[in-house]
């Protein structure tokens, strides 16, 4: 999954990203107040730019959260509020209201929201969170509160046949530093048996789509490996612990600088041996590199290219349940 920044039209550099590496999901990045129908002149953009292998096209996604994190605005989007002005509605009048937000995504192009956030912040921590305190992104100090508004996003977008993806697994909210913009951000507290573990068990449960898995270091779980690299994070604690068999998708390894240190193709190997299946990448001008890097290995090594070969199919089935792609047996 690809980056492109929401406020100017897909040009040929762009394009020829997309054409070389047959970039199958777009993520549109940066604040816009072009209004559903500016949008939606852009989603119409990329999936004519997008290369369609037997008809398969991308799927696009936004980060629509709410409060300071809604990308898409203007005319056609309603004003989401964070997510703490959310938590205080009723389970079943934000589910309602979150079908409204999907609906208005799915007119503009967009079937895939990076959303809801399942983290918990504790009250010691509140605004000195970074990525989700101090954004106001979380539903609230205890995962009881947390759980069930995150579930009701979950089910409003897919009322609307918008896709989701819970995230930070396996929790960033006791964290200080933003992993978007430091490095060496830990969480020295949650365990694979954490409490905070309840909203995204709760959220798959309701149907989420996908588990956006965070880029920090959970030191008592995998001690000084990023989430996205941790076999234990990404197959023991979501595959097993969760059960869940959707898409696994990485936080954002392009531009993040958390991960900055590792090169871009190495990024994007140890995300899916560990059995991740989407890689998103914030910066177009490293997706060459990562695609080269997976390709390569791929062809060298039976046992990885199963997996990738796996890790697809889980990505197809997911564009097919968003209209993207027909799984349908050819004719005889």
Request: aromatic share 4%; charged share 25%; glycine share 10%.
């Amino acid at each position: 999954m690809v980056g492109k920044g929401a406020t100017s039209p897909v040009d040929e550099s762009f394009r020829s990203v997309l054409r070389e590496t047959n970039a199958g999901s777009v993520l549109l990045l940066e604040n816009t107040t072009a209004g559903r129908t500016g949008v939606k002149r852009l989603t119409d953009q990329v999936r004519d730019a997008a290369v369609k292998p037997q008809g398969v096209g991308p799927l696009l996604a936004a980060d629509q959260e709410g409060g300071l994190v809604q990308r898409l605005k203007g005319e056609g989007f309603e004003t989401i509020p964070a997510a703490t002005e959310q938590a205080k509605l009723g389970d079943e009048e934000l589910q309602q209201r979150v079908k409204t937000w999907g609906e208005e995504l799915r007119q503009a192009g967009i079937d895939y929201d990076l959303a809801p956030v399942a983290d918990t912040v504790p009250t010691s921590v509140g605004r000195a969170n970074e990525p989700v305190g101090a954004l106001r992104r979380g539903y609230g100090a205890d995962p009881n509160q947390v759980a069930p508004k995150a579930s009701a996003f979950v089910k409003g977008m897919a009322e609307a046949e918008v896709a989701t993806s819970v995230k930070h697994f396996p929790n960033l909210g006791r964290v200080r530093g933003n992993t978007d913009l430091q490095s060496g951000v830990t969480d020295d507290q949650t365990t694979r048996t954490d409490p905070a573990l309840k909203p995204f068990r709760d959220a798959v449960a309701a149907g989420a789509d996908s588990v956006m898995v965070s880029t920090a270091i959970y030191s008592k779980i995998d001690p000084g490996k990023q989430g996205t690299f941790s076999r234990v994070i990404v197959t023991d604690m979501i595959r097993d612990d969760l059960g869940f068999d959707g898409v696994v998708i990485s936080d954002d390894m392009g531009a993040a600088k958390q991960v900055a240190a590792v090169s871009p193709g190495d990024r994007a190997l140890r995300f899916l041996e560990a059995g991740g299946d989407l890689v998103i990448n914030g910066d177009p001008s490293i997706q060459r590199e990562m695609y080269a890097a997976v390709r390569d290995k791929a062809a060298s090594d039976p046992a990885f290219a199963q997996q990738v070969t796996e890790s697809a199919a889980r990505v197809l089935a997911l564009k097919a349940q968003q209209g993207a792609a027909s799984c349908a047996a050819p004719a005889d």
